[in-house]
């Protein structure tokens, strides 16, 4: 059912209200702004789906709709829930509770880290979903009948996919795991993008010395901001190709900003600025923390031990059925070997599952040996 109206919509919720699970999705488009433009709110319970129209709905008229997804005595079932959640800050101006992602959920189930929604369905529902509709542009009206399908299958699903993906975590003891990582995306969704971290998704930033890495952290922020004043995609501001290759530059001028290529778009004051931030950023005593970068350098020998942790995480990812990131990335193998009690290894159930073994591995108590094409211990 499409609904776009305010008499449509109190009718849906009201025959949703008592619902103790629902389920979740939405459609939007971003590619011409920063910020995404919600286009379509998907809304789904065991017997019923709807497609409800958020660009005719306002959000005074979306106010039935926030009291029901406000309700905690119901979850919120999504799958890749990190775009939708950002789509009810927009809408509602915070994100409902308590919530589901099935995503996640499958990644205790399976190796598999990022298992997309048509693969779940056809594991759990043994169908295969058309996909004629991917690239439609949900900004448009009216949506024919086979975009709305489209729509309303992305719902349809999951509640009994939640509810039987619940059972088998309970019975391997893993929904309590599940929840703290689904709390996470919740708090990053919830949170904009500080501009003084941008510096950390630039490509190739780790390969700047610590002097050109202060500039670069000044110009990604001045990009960040300048993309979230102006709405439109921050590689519209500035490529990170571009980036990098100022934040090289000793002495910035105008005139070499302006050689550089890429940069033909800047205005007179884009020049400006940033030849500016970089000189200021030269004087920032900040340092800058790259991850793999050169100026992080690890002790000897620490890259071997770190390779064969990985390893060993690896295989114990398709011993136990999970996602070898939902037990620790890098990250957490380094902070671990460096005796960080702060490494998600060091506690709960990742160091029974993993850190434990990996204790005995340093020490030499147990090896790892390929018996039958497989890495196990000994």
């Known amino acids: 059912m499409f609904v776009d109206s305010e008499i449509d919509l109190e009718k849906v919720c009201e025959q949703l209200a008592d619902a103790p699970v629902l389920a979740l999705d939405t459609e939007f488009i971003r590619e011409n702004t920063y910020f995404l433009r919600p286009c379509l709110l998907q809304i789904g319970s065991k017997n019923s789906q709807h497609a409800i129209d958020v660009i005719t709905l306002g959000k005074d008229e979306l106010a039935p709709l926030k009291r029901l997804l406000f309700n905690q005595a119901c979850v919120k079932v999504f799958h890749a829930a990190r775009q939708d959640l950002e789509v009810m800050r927009l809408l509602f ?16 189930l399976t190796p598999q880290t990022q298992m997309g929604y048509g ?36 719902v349809k699903y999951l509640v009994p996919i939640y ?21 996470n995306e919740i708090v990053q969704a919830a949170a904009m993008e500080d501009p003084e971290n941008a510096y950390t998704h630039v490509k190739r930033i780790a390969t700047l010395r610590p002097a050109s890495a202060k500039v670069a952290r000044a110009l990604a922020a001045w990009r960040e901001r300048t993309a979230q004043k102006r709405n439109v995609p921050k590689k519209r501001v500035m490529l ?14 105008p005139a070499k900003v302006r050689r550089v290529r890429g940069t033909n778009h800047f205005s007179g004051r884009d020049v400006e600025k940033i030849v500016s931030l970089a000189q200021e950023a030269e004087l920032d005593p900040r340092p800058v923390f790259l991850s793999g970068s ?27 059925q999970i996602a070898a990131s939902n037990i620790a990335n890098k990250e957490d193998i380094a902070d671990f070997l460096r ?40």
């Open 93 to 108: 101006d915070e994100i409902p509770s308590p919530i589901f992602d099935t995503q996640i959920g499958e990644s205790f």
């Open 119 to 154: 693969a779940l369905v056809e594991k759990y529902q043994n169908f295969s979903l058309p996909k004629g509709s991917s690239l439609t542009d949900w900004s448009r009206r009216p949506l024919d009948k086979m975009q709305l399908q489209y729509a309303l299958d992305d």
């Open 163 to 183: 509810e039987e993906m619940k059972a088998k975590l309970l019975e391997k003891g893993r929904y309590a795991w599940v929840l703290p990582e689904i709390q």
């Open 240 to 253: 990170d190709e571009v980036l990098v290759s100022l934040s090289r530059m000793k002495n910035l001028t």
């Open 294 to 320: 050169s100026v992080q350098k690890e002790p000897k020998g620490a890259q071997a031990v770190s390779e064969l942790i990985n390893a060993y995480i690896r295989a114990l990812s398709e011993e136990e």
């Open 339 to 378: 005796g960080e009690k702060s490494s998600r290894l060091a506690s709960g159930w990742r160091y029974e599952l993993a850190g434990k073994s990996i204790e005995k591995i340093l020490t030499g108590e147990v090896g790892l040996f390929v018996v039958d094409g497989s890495v196990t211990l000994k």
